[in-house]
């Protein structure tokens, strides 16, 4: 079964808007992923924040992590079309190296 | 720049073939990864090999098997493909460590008719 689950599945706003994505995971991790992923292309590494870390930022990205409630969420910022694309958690539960599991994803549509 | 290829972008095969599918990564990377994706159920792990010659199940390795005779080179072979293989598959590589970011290739859509 699936690790993480998306929230919402898909997601549509316009340029310059803020988009937010939440991830739940069901067991302990040793960090949580997201990627992008562009229509028909392959998964694309966005940012890493490990379970001791509550926040990060990258750029127009910005991730919180919230292991308590088992959760994390993606911000993009100032939102583009560019950014129009499927989005994907993916933990690393603990104890496990290198071996992801990855959530059904979010699709984002960015408009004009 | 690292990077991930895949034999084919689009593969059209006929139920009971066998049918291959190559990833090369020239990272020099221990792990390699098999992912099909489906609509609706995000990417599931086919089988994963964490050195040469060395393989092991993920969740859904039935119907499939692999080969990893070279560090950079992975194959995943269907031995009878059937309709239910269709999908997108998805190869992708890492160095050691469960901190690390996978990387990904293109991805190849096999339709089995």
């Known amino acids: 079964s699936q690790q993480g689950e998306e929230d919402p599945q898909a997601l549509s706003i316009q340029e310059g808007e803020n988009a937010t994505m939440n991830c739940s995971y069901k067991t302990s991790i040793n960090n949580l992923q997201w990627y992008r992923q562009n229509s028909g292309r392959g998964l694309v590494h966005l940012i890493l924040i490990r379970s001791n870390e509550r926040e990060k930022h990258s750029g127009r990205l910005r991730v919180t992590l919230d292991t308590s409630k088992k959760s994390s969420s993606l911000l993009i910022t100032a939102s583009r079309a560019a950014d129009t694309a499927s989005y994907f958690c993916?933990?690393?539960?603990?104890?496990?190296?290198?071996?992801?599991?990855f959530g059904t994803g979010t699709r984002l549509q960015v408009t004009l | 720049d690292v990077k991930v290829t895949q034999s084919s972008r689009y593969l059209v095969k006929r139920t009971g073939e066998k049918v291959f599918l190559e990833c090369v990564q020239d990272?020099?990377?221990?792990?390699m990864f098999w992912y099909r994706q489906d609509p609706g159920l995000g990417l599931r792990l086919i089988y994963f090999s964490y050195d040469v010659k060395m393989k092991e199940k993920g969740d859904i390795p039935e119907g499939y098997s692999v080969s990893r005779e070279k560090k950079e080179r992975f194959s995943l072979i269907l031995e009878s493909a059937s309709t239910n293989q269709t999908s997108m598959y998805l190869c992708?590589?890492?160095?050691?460590?469960?901190?690390?970011?996978?990387?990904f290739g293109p991805g190849t859509r096999l339709t089995v008719l």
């Open positions: 993916a933990t690393a539960p603990a104890g496990t190296a290198s071996k992801l599991t």
């Open positions: 990272m020099d990377h221990e792990n």
């Open positions: 992708a590589s890492t160095s050691g460590g469960s901190y690390n970011e996978q990387f």
